[in-house]
């Protein structure tokens, strides 16, 4: 049930602040806390499920959702509720370099200590911390970058998954001459351009794991890091070798995921946020359709690119602390991660120790989890990084089209970040 309060509630007498160490306060009193969530029809449905599930468990407890809008608007709620101190009990924001934006250490209550963050595996904790803190328990599933792929063509034409770029490229070569498109491209809707650049950049931490670092303080660049350059020129490769259908400037993005499902393309580059409207519009092609990390140049070092879920936070004006703080545990406990795959499905690993997934995911879904379980994955550069140009898709567009080499592209690229670093204040730019 959906209720729009204001951020504070009474609890009911002021021992309820502190618990017990026999039996916490909130088991006796009525407890009510709120929970701010944006308008997301998959983050309203974690939002409700979670409750309902933890208000079973207890039923001395109320929690109540307020629901926020999208974009730059629900940003600046959230960031104009800190700083009034009107903000919720708990609240969902993003993970992630993006985080910093609200100074966690001064906005949040730290996580650190809480024996659930135990349960929460390393990958997202590494998103959340600053100083040594950590602020969020995971909401929702992590995603991966890197390439959609017909398994029906692979199969008929006897071909592996390619542990690095040279592999890959010799796989289009076979598909090209079986008369399938190799690369389906969908530059119409010019986001999807991005991807060979993006998801790249688990390969980029390999050659330089300080990249982020060095890049956030105008110590690295695109145009002068080999390894950072290479989502560029692999980008350009497969249009040059012409493996890209011909319409790709003209397609978009649904059009690309109906040519994969239809066994028309081999390969999507694209993150598995497609997998759901796979499931949804191609249920019968679904099972055909595998995914893989992008390749790099060394099989050694293979691993996938990651997109981490947004994170639940406790803000430090919350007049509920410990109750706060047992919902979170529950989020990040197995039943709460069940309650999560049962609201909206399971489309990735949801970084919840002991939290397995159902048998019946699809083969994509499957495919991305023995990244996560051998540890084969870094966060996307906009999770370390808060610096991202806004001309990237336009730039991988030309380069994806033959208008543009890399070398050049990685040039104007460093450009349109120098003007957003210094738009964000940033020392040293």
Request: net charge negative; glycine share 8%; aromatic share 10%.
């Amino acid at each position: 049930m959906l209720k729009k309060l204001n951020a504070t509630l009474a609890m009911g007498g002021a021992t309820a602040l502190a618990l017990s160490l026999a039996a916490p306060a909130y088991a006796q009193d009525q407890v009510e806390l709120t929970w701010l969530v944006d308008n997301g029809p998959s983050t309203v449905d974690i939002a409700e499920a979670l409750v309902a599930a933890y208000e079973e468990k207890n039923p001395n407890v109320s929690i109540e959702l307020e629901i926020r809008p999208g974009g730059g608007e629900g940003d600046n709620i959230v960031k104009t509720r800190l700083a009034t101190g009107e903000m919720t009990d708990i609240f969902v924001y993003n993970s992630g370099s993006l985080l910093q934006a609200i100074a966690p250490q001064q906005t949040l209550m730290p996580l650190t200590d809480q024996p659930f963050m135990d349960n929460v595996q390393e990958a997202f904790q590494s998103v959340v911390s600053t100083d040594g803190e950590v602020f969020g328990v995971p909401y929702g599933a992590a995603q991966g970058g890197g390439i959609l792929y017909n398994s029906a063509i692979y199969e008929e034409l006897g071909l592996e998954v390619p542990q690095t770029w040279d592999a890959f490229m010799e796989n289009n070569s076979a598909i090209d001459e079986a008369g399938y498109i190799p690369v389906i491209q969908t530059f119409r809707e010019s986001w999807t351009s991005q991807i060979f650049v993006l998801a790249d950049f688990y390969n980029v931490l390999q050659a330089e794991p300080d990249f982020a670092e060095r890049y956030t303080n105008n110590e690295a660049k695109y145009a002068t890091s080999e390894a950072a350059q290479k989502g560029f020129e692999r980008l350009a490769a497969i249009h040059e070798a012409g493996y890209t259908n011909e319409d790709f400037n003209a397609l978009g993005y649904q059009e690309g995921l109906e040519m994969l499902a239809n066994k028309e393309g081999a390969h999507y580059p694209m993150i598995t946020f497609a997998i759901p409207s796979l499931e949804t519009n191609y249920p019968d092609q679904v099972d055909d359709i595998g995914f893989f990390a992008l390749p790099g140049d060394d099989a050694d070092s293979n691993g996938l690119t990651t997109w981490m879920p947004a994170g639940v936070y406790v803000p430090q004006t919350t007049s509920n602390p410990e109750v706060a703080m047992d919902f979170l545990g529950f989020i990040a406990s197995v039943e709460g991660c069940e309650a999560m795959i049962d609201a909206v499905g399971a489309n990735g690993p949801y970084l919840i120790e002991g939290c397995g997934l159902p048998d019946d995911v699809v083969p994509a879904v499957r495919d991305m989890l023995p990244y996560f379980e051998e540890g084969r994955v870094e966060p996307a550069l906009e999770f370390l990084s808060p610096i991202k140009g806004p001309a990237l898709e336009q730039i991988t567009v030309e380069v994806g089209s033959g208008f543009r080499d890399p070398a050049s592209a990685a040039e104007l690229y460093d450009q349109d970040v120098r003007k957003q670093a210094q738009q964000l204040g940033l020392e040293g730019w």
